[in-house]
């Protein structure tokens, strides 16, 4: 089943607009912790919404370190890498782009290569995690550079 975001939205837009307290934040957590299970990229995608902050829901993904959870980590490598490759955030728009930006790829270095090796992962999207931690000609000029444009 197919994780509607726009509906994600909508609810996480609700109940910043009514000014949520704690205890609705932690049941997002909670929530988070599930959906991440169902379709991590629309759950990551949405959840500056809820929080202004990526933290707490990266937190909550490094935390489950089940084989779906991994499975979702890598197909949230690769819908992002082209933008993350490109210094875009791989998303729409959000307050503080930028640092929401090089936030989740410092957690996407830092935490993904080591899961997706254990799940044996192909070497193309370990090389594109690898290169989100190289700059300008450096990245460019890697011989596992994937060619992107833009």
Do not use: F
């Not at 490598?77 to 410092?106: C, F, K, Q």
Request: proline content about 6%; some cysteine.
């Amino acid at each position: 089943m197919a994780l509607d975001q726009s509906a994600l939205l909508d609810l996480l837009e609700s109940l910043k607009a009514a000014d949520a307290d704690d205890v609705i934040r932690h049941a997002l957590q909670a929530v988070l912790q599930a959906l991440i299970e169902a379709e991590a990229t629309a759950v990551i995608g949405a959840a500056p919404h809820a929080s202004a902050t990526i933290s707490p829901w990266l937190r909550v993904w490094e935390a489950q370190t089940c084989a779906v959870a991994d499975r979702h980590l890598a197909k949230a490598v690769a819908h992002w890498e082209y933008d993350l490759l490109g210094d875009l955030p791989p998303w729409e728009s959000w307050e503080n782009e930028d640092e929401t930006r090089i936030e989740l790829t410092a957690w996407l270095i830092r935490h993904a290569p080591a899961r997706l090796r254990a799940r044996d992962a192909p070497g193309e999207l370990l090389h594109r995690i690898r290169l989100l931690g190289l700059a300008g000609p450096t990245r460019w000029d890697d011989p596992h550079w994937p060619g992107h444009r833009y």
